[in-house]
């Protein structure tokens, strides 16, 4: 059949020919390949005159897929190809919502790219896609999109809009009464830079704060920094303590108590007098403790968010502690941190059963939190609630009777006590 086909066309195999009544070729269907393509040409006979006489050939009239099928049916397989398909089922976290494809599961063809749009709910933002995400373009991105190549299960995840320091102990009060202290209350200050000093040693293991607890659990830990700081006129004494013997820690005692605790080891012990016995096993540092107590809102708003955003839990003393539940919680699908939201009562000069027993002073002795985080320009019942739009501290308040994560208004602080290792 090579003398039909042209030079260029290489024929493969004859697919199909029909005769007519006299046994001449009709049509004439050829399979062939040219450059590397295959191709099924289609030949039909066509009578001319030619010298007075009748004469046919054939010649190619189409390149044609569908009406051989028509013409040969299965004899070429026409039958399509079944199509691999796979599922992909798409899932978030509180927080957003996946918005292209919409959430549930979809079925597409093998090879098929899809399309991803995250979407972040007001206070929320996009963190990352989990899950089966090898051929995901982006994982980190809000529009992006997946190859399906199998089955697939994706996550959208998103956080909660706040600055935080995950993994800050909260230890509540009271210590525990192992050292001479005689009256284990007003220990806010204490517990408050407990945290800080187990927070970089057990939990940063940081190399400048190893063993500088001691192993001590955090309660009697913070009996040992209470010592140093005079609390309730109880340690070191004066000079160079200022506390002249009332209950609570005057924030001027806090940094001093606080850097010669963690200084204090076998090579550098206590020269004034004879505080308890070194724990076995303490090792001793120099750090930093400063002290700010700017009137400036703003200025001492932003000394705060510098040290959270930094990584560094921070101490804050406030003029005094009443912090009314307002019964709403917001839970961080990123850190899994629930903050609960606090407004400020009337000012007390004191508090007492069931919270912790301690009585303050404006300008000397106030009521001393851990500072983890922050939100700023934050409305949490939305707009029309009770609740204001303020910007809000998250702290850990060493009292039992109050949640773990406490968001409360920037107002009413006293001093900012930065630590850094």
Not at 205 to 215: C, D, L, M
Not at 287 to 316: H, N, Q
Not at 370 to 385: E, Q, S
């Amino acid at each position: 059949m090579r003398h039909f086909i042209a030079e260029k066309n290489r024929v493969d195999h004859l697919l199909k020919k029909t005769l007519d009544s006299a046994g001449v070729i009709d049509i004439m269907i050829l399979q062939a390949r040219d450059l590397g393509k295959t191709r099924v040409l289609l030949y039909r006979r066509t009578e001319y005159y030619k010298g007075g006489k009748m004469k046919s050939k054939l010649i190619a009239v189409a390149l044609i897929t569908v009406l051989i099928c028509m013409v040969l049916g299965n004899s070429l397989a026409c039958t399509p190809t079944p199509t691999t398909e796979y599922d992909l089922i798409i899932d978030s976290t509180d927080g957003g919502s996946v918005t292209t494809p919409v959430e549930g599961t979809h079925t597409y063809d093998e090879g098929e790219v899809v399309n991803l749009v995250a979407t972040p709910d007001a206070d929320y933002h996009f963190v990352n896609w989990t899950g089966n995400v090898g051929t995901v373009d982006d994982v980190d991105a809000t529009t992006t999109n997946i190859t399906m190549n199998g089955d697939y299960t994706i996550t959208a995840n998103f956080g909660f809009d706040m600055a935080f320091i995950v993994d800050v102990p909260d230890t509540n009060q009271p210590p525990t009464n192992t050292l001479p202290t005689l009256n284990p209350i007003h220990y806010c200050a204490p517990m408050a830079m407990v945290n800080i000093l187990e927070y970089w040693d057990d939990v940063m293991n940081h190399a400048n704060a190893q063993n500088v607890t001691a192993g001590l659990i955090p309660e009697t830990a913070a009996e040992y920094l209470g010592w140093f700081m005079h609390t309730n006129g109880k340690g070191i004494g004066k000079p160079p303590r200022v506390n002249p013997g009332v209950p609570g820690t005057y924030d001027l005692d806090i940094g001093p108590g606080t850097l010669e605790f963690v200084r204090w080891d076998i090579a550098h012990p206590y020269p004034p007098a004879p505080p308890p016995a070194l724990p076995a096993g303490k090792l001793g540092y120099n750090w930093s403790v400063l002290m700010s107590c700017t009137v400036d809102p703003v200025l001492s708003l932003d000394f705060y968010k510098a040290e959270i955003d930094a990584g560094r839990p921070l101490v804050v003393s406030f003029d005094f502690w009443n912090p009314v539940d307002k019964d709403v919680a917001v839970t961080d699908p990123e850190t899994g941190e629930t903050i609960d939201v606090f407004v400020w009562g009337d000012k007390v000069p004191s508090s007492g059963p069931p919270d912790p027993v301690e009585y303050w002073s404006t300008g000397d002795i106030g009521h001393a939190v851990t500072g983890v985080g922050y939100k700023l320009n934050w409305d949490p019942d939305g707009a029309g609630g009770p609740i204001p739009s303020a910007d809000w501290v998250i702290v850990h308040d060493n009292w039992a009777t109050t949640p773990e994560n406490v968001a409360i208004p920037w107002l009413n602080w006293m001093c900012l006590f930065p630590v850094s290792p």
